[in-house]
């Protein structure tokens, strides 16, 4: 293991001083109940949106609080983190306890290794080290950051509220699939409109994808 691991430092450009906590941030808890990334996924968390809030206050001192926001939620999400981390092909350092699912790890479990690194580096070199390793690695995605996208629930509000003084209705119509790979049906509707099904891996997901259909169908937008 300890070849791995000086191996994804090289691929990381990191330099641990202590590699046993790298090692307990690609451990998960199929492979050590006790010994685990879990709490250094939490840490990782944290102290990555600590780092991209700091650096979009400073990119955009003049931005409104809601527009940072939305900003940061595109930044820093498990998308965001498993795309970054996932290009790094960290998935073949990954101590998993089931050798069926080693060459299909799931990935949630790659975002979650991205988040306790980023803990596990925090806590090894401390906030300077850590916040340049952050900014290294999302550098590409802050660029692009600067491009405001409105997403298709807030645009659907907006719309509802000009034309109808109400809200958008949301409603689960079924959740189903396993527990690591669920499937949601939901539907949206707006005063005098038909219920617009959509489905997603989240709540939230199918909720923009429902807001997406309706605003398709929606003529006088």
């Known amino acids: 293991m300890k070849k791995k691991l000086f191996k994804l430092q090289k691929k990381l450009n990191l330099n641990f001083k202590n590699l046993d906590l790298l090692e307990r941030a690609l451990t ?3 492979y050590d109940s006790i010994n685990n990334y879990e709490k250094l996924e939490f840490l990782g968390d944290r102290v990555l949106g600590l780092v991209i809030s700091k650096k979009l206050l400073e990119l955009y001192p003049e931005e409104r609080e809601g527009v940072l926001d939305k900003k940061l ?3 820093v999400n498990k ?3 498993f795309k970054i981390f996932n290009s790094l092909e960290i998935h073949e350092f990954i101590l998993i306890g ?4 080693k060459n299909l790890i799931e990935n949630k479990i790659i975002s979650d290794c991205s988040e306790s690194i980023i803990g596990a580096v925090y806590l090894d070199k401390g906030f300077d080290y850590v916040e340049k390793f952050i900014l290294r690695l999302w550098q590409n995605l802050i660029i692009s950051s600067n491009i405001t996208i409105v997403d298709a629930k807030t645009r659907l509000q907006e719309y509802s509220l000009k034309k109808f003084k109400t ?4 409603k689960v119509i079924s959740n189903t699939g396993p527990r690591h790979k669920p499937k949601f049906k939901v539907g949206v509707k707006l005063k005098n409109t038909k219920l617009i099904l959509a489905v ?3 709540k939230k997901s199918a ?3 429902a807001a997406d259909e309706c605003l398709k169908n929606l003529k006088d937008l």
Request: aromatic share 4%; proline share 4%; hydrophobic share 15%.
């Open 200 to 202: 997603g891996s989240s």
């Open 167 to 170: 809200l958008p209705i949301y």
């Open 79 to 81: 998308n965001s983190c």
């Open 207 to 209: 909720e923009q994808s």
């Open 28 to 30: 998960h808890k199929s």
């Open 98 to 101: 089931n050798t069926k699912k």
């Open 73 to 75: 939620a595109s930044l």
